[in-house]
């Protein structure tokens, strides 16, 4: 199966707009257990074609598995009418655990109007309200024998469309680079790329520097691209953007472009601000992979967003991360839009050894010789770290419940756990290997060459 992913995996690096390829790598990604990878892939395959129902399926059928109602919701909720009762009430749930009343309410509806005299305690404490009334136009659903290939017609365009997400809102991040293990170089970087400019205007406009601008966070997954945004974030105490594509998407023509645009006028109304896109390629995918019209209507949105048309762009920082910055379209890499790329490599020795002595800095443990943990650790990101830290507090838990004590992890837990925990970044490494062999004629990916030479040193 492993040999089948990765046949699948090149397929798609030659051809990423490829949806049903995308989606058969996604339900594959499933069925051996990596939930999360085929969250990412079937989020992606939604991201190019919103109204397939097989890769709305799979993106429900990863969340379930990671339990994650938030996905689950983004998920079902636009084709809630062509579920089945029980995909309807799991829907339900998850909308009601996710703090998404309104969705949880009408999908109730939807169940009851396949079953009228449907009453489910489960759903009406989990929305902490009475049982809602009957709905008033549901059609039922028909019974499901086989997949549903086609959408019903649109209903009347609301006021306000019902399948988007609320707009994001700032936080203050509290998180700083005191929380991210090792990487200087790279935090160093991002202290000059992001975090000054922002808490010394003064001193970058009497050199002509602007303040704000965009810079590109990319890497293999699990690497920390999203944490370090968040770390820059409080190290300048910034209010905080976090876009992803189901806060944009919209079914209605131009809704998309819309929330774009007041996400980016929100942040310029609180500058200093930082917009951070999750996943940028999503959005900002390469236009001539984009067949269809309201995916480049989108990129050139958000071109038009970088460049301040119309507004001012002053304070305001906008970061993107991605895996596939080969899937990025290269009008965001110019100068004035995404001009600072950055690459966010698997983390070196010395950091693994800080990210383990942060994630194991709240758990009982006993003197433990960290240093040689990491070093066997080649390729591991900060994710794997992280999971490496989970095993290894697993086998000690479980003694401890056999025992009654508690038992502190030991050097020998996190040795164990080095046969189950292996490298997630081999993937990404033989692709970016790829890119940086046949298509850096620009010099976009001297960095991950660095990385690669750093590996077969």
Not at 71 to 97: N, T
């Amino acid at each position: 199966m492993s040999s089948a992913v990765s046949a699948l995996r090149e397929a798609l690096a030659v051809s990423p707009d490829n949806v049903p390829l995308r989606v058969h790598l996604a339900r594959m990604l499933v069925e051996v257990g990596r939930a999360e990878e085929a969250l990412f892939e079937a989020r992606a395959a939604v991201a190019r074609d919103p109204e397939r129902i097989d890769a709305r399926e799979v993106l429900g059928a990863a969340a379930g598995a990671l339990g994650d109602d938030a996905a689950l919701v983004e998920a079902w909720f636009p084709i809630r009418a062509q579920l089945g009762a029980d995909e309807v009430r799991v829907l339900a749930l998850a909308a009601a655990r996710a703090g998404k009343l309104d969705a949880a309410r009408e999908a109730y509806a939807v169940l009851h109007s396949l079953d009228t005299a449907v009453h489910d305690l489960e759903l009406d404490r989990a929305m902490r309200t009475a049982p809602p009334p009957a709905p008033a136009a549901v059609e039922p659903a028909p019974a499901r024998t086989s997949p549903v290939r086609t959408l019903p017609p649109a209903p009347p365009r609301p006021a306000e469309s019902p399948t988007a997400e609320p707009m994001p809102r700032g936080t203050r991040p509290t998180v700083t680079f005191a929380d991210v293990g090792g990487l200087e170089a790279l935090k160093e970087r991002l202290r000059m790329d992001i975090v000054y400019p922002l808490q010394r205007p003064d001193l970058f406009r009497a050199y002509g520097k602007r303040i704000g601008g965009g810079v590109l966070l990319y890497g293999p997954p699990g690497c920390g691209k999203t944490h370090l945004a968040r770390a820059a974030a409080g190290e300048c105490g910034a209010k905080f953007y976090v876009v992803e594509i189901q806060a944009v998407l919209d079914m209605w023509l131009g809704e998309s472009e819309k929330r774009l645009h007041a996400i980016f006028e929100e942040a310029r109304a609180n500058a200093p601000s930082i917009v951070f896109f999750d996943e940028i390629e999503a959005i900002g995918g390469a236009r001539h992979q984009l067949k269809h019209g309201p995916g480049r209507r989108l990129v050139n949105q958000l071109l038009a967003e970088l460049d301040g048309a119309g507004a001012s762009n002053e304070a305001v920082l906008v970061i993107g991360a991605t895996n596939a910055p080969w899937d990025v379209d290269p009008a965001l890499r110019r100068p004035g839009r995404f001009d600072r790329v950055v690459f966010v490599p698997p983390p070196d020795a010395t950091a693994r050894e800080n990210v383990l002595r942060l994630a194991l800095r709240e758990r009982p443990t006993e003197a433990l010789e960290l240093g040689s943990i990491a070093r066997r650790c080649l390729r591991f990101s900060g994710a794997d770290m992280h999971h490496l830290v989970e095993v290894a507090s697993e086998r000690a838990l479980g003694e401890a419940l056999r025992t009654g004590k508690v038992r502190p992890i030991t050097q020998s837990d996190l040795l164990a756990s080095l046969d189950k925990v292996k490298p997630t970044t081999t993937e990404w490494i033989e692709t970016a290997r790829r890119y940086v062999s046949y298509a850096n004629q620009a010099g976009l990916y001297d960095d991950v060459g660095a990385y690669l030479r750093s590996l077969e040193a």
